[in-house]
């Protein structure tokens, strides 16, 4: 599989916001689910949102949701995630994965149904 490339981590402060980019190859974002995951030191890495195949359908966990939205451009072969108002929590790795289900949800965010995993990018969030 080729690995994915993330990128767009950074520092901010609390509050602000942060647009990652995941970049896929070529004509597959209609045949893959994509995920974004994050991982702080020494914690387990845990879903953040989900995209469908042909962008049909989003998941987004909990703790993001209404916060954090994930899309995707065809044109550009990338997955976002975005980011608004942004807490200082641990700082983490976000890494996007790909995955082989028709629809997101709770049940299909989890690290063991996705792969292909990009190095990540950096996300600190602190004042």
């Known amino acids: 599989q080729e690995p994915l490339v993330e990128s767009g981590g950074d520092l901010v402060q609390p509050g602000e916001s942060l647009k990652l980019s995941c970049a896929v190859p070529?004509?597959?974002?209609?045949?893959?689910?994509w995920g974004w995951f994050r991982q702080a030191p020494g914690r387990a890495r845990e879903g953040v949102s989900c995209l469908s195949p042909g962008s049909t359908s989003t998941y987004t966990a909990e703790f993001a949701r209404g916060r954090f939205s994930v899309s995707a451009d065809k044109a550009k072969n990338t997955v976002y995630l975005q980011m608004n108002n942004l807490k200082p929590e641990y700082p983490a790795v976000y890494f996007c994965?790909?995955?082989?289900?028709?629809?997101?949800?709770?049940?299909?965010?989890?690290?063991?149904?996705?792969?292909?995993w990009g190095q990540g990018t950096q996300v600190t969030v602190s004042s």
């Open positions: 994965g790909r995955g082989s289900h028709r629809w997101c949800s709770s049940t299909y965010l989890e690290v063991s149904e996705f792969g292909a």
């Open positions: 070529p004509f597959t974002l209609d045949y893959y689910s």
